[in-house]
């Protein structure tokens, strides 16, 4: 079955520069989240987009945005990154009907 | 906000002993996830309930939904090498929308 797909898998930035995660979700699968698990910490959620608009907002920092667009993908921006930021970020994605979220293989984030 | 406890945090047993874990709450969840994450990967979906009381198995794996809705325990029967790795439990309430709430995690070890 079609899983979560994020890009990249890795990523290195230097500090105060951009990156740009993506996530397409399972086919029909109409809400994304984003997640932030940084290292030996559970995951914490970021943000949540329901048909290309924002429904829950959690711990995301101003520097960073996200969207989802027509074809239901998602993608998170961060800017000015911060040493800080290094962590594992998960995208997941369910119907908004039975909201159980599947989560991909996450993007590692590491700024030097 | 909902605070999850997970326990215990870490786990050393010899293949073929049965595992139980379990996650309690102060706050009255609708929805538990239990999830496994392998290092680096995304976490897996194992189990997902929806209803106080509720008894769900998948395969060697079976966890219940608290009648208080404040807890969920998982347990594992005859373990096997493969079952190593981090396990979360994860939960919606009433108030916190789609977004989930993670335990801190088990950390299992199954010594062949």
């Known amino acids: 079955a079609a899983g979560v797909i994020q890009s990249p898998r890795h990523l290195i930035k230097e500090k105060r520069e951009t990156a740009t995660l993506k996530c397409y979700p399972i086919p029909r699968h109409d809400t994304v989240y984003w997640y932030q698990q940084g290292p030996g910490q559970d995951p914490q959620f970021l943000i949540s987009f329901y048909e290309k608009m924002q429904s829950d907002k959690g711990s995301i920092p101003d520097r960073f945005s996200a969207q989802q667009f027509s074809d239901y993908h998602s993608e998170l921006n961060m800017s000015s990154l911060e040493l800080g930021d290094s962590a594992l970020y998960f995208c997941?994605?369910?119907?908004?009907?039975?909201?159980?979220?599947?989560f991909g293989p996450g993007t590692r984030l590491l700024v030097l | 906000g909902q605070q999850l406890n997970q326990s215990p945090q870490s786990m050393f047993i010899q293949e073929g002993e049965d595992v139980s874990m379990n996650c309690t709450s102060s706050?009255?969840?609708?929805?538990w996830l239990w999830y496994k994450q392998d290092p680096g990967e995304g976490p897996v979906l194992l189990i997902a309930l929806y209803k106080a009381g509720e008894l769900t198995s998948n395969g060697r794996l079976t966890a219940q939904f608290g009648i208080t809705r404040k807890d969920s325990f998982l347990n594992i029967s005859a373990s096997i090498p493969s079952d190593v790795g981090i396990y979360f439990c994860a939960g919606r309430t009433e108030t916190s929308g789609s977004r989930l709430t993670f335990g801190e995690g088990t950390q299992l070890t199954v010594n062949p």
């Open positions: 997941a994605s369910s119907t908004r009907l039975q909201e159980t979220q599947y």
């Open positions: 706050s009255i969840f609708n929805t």
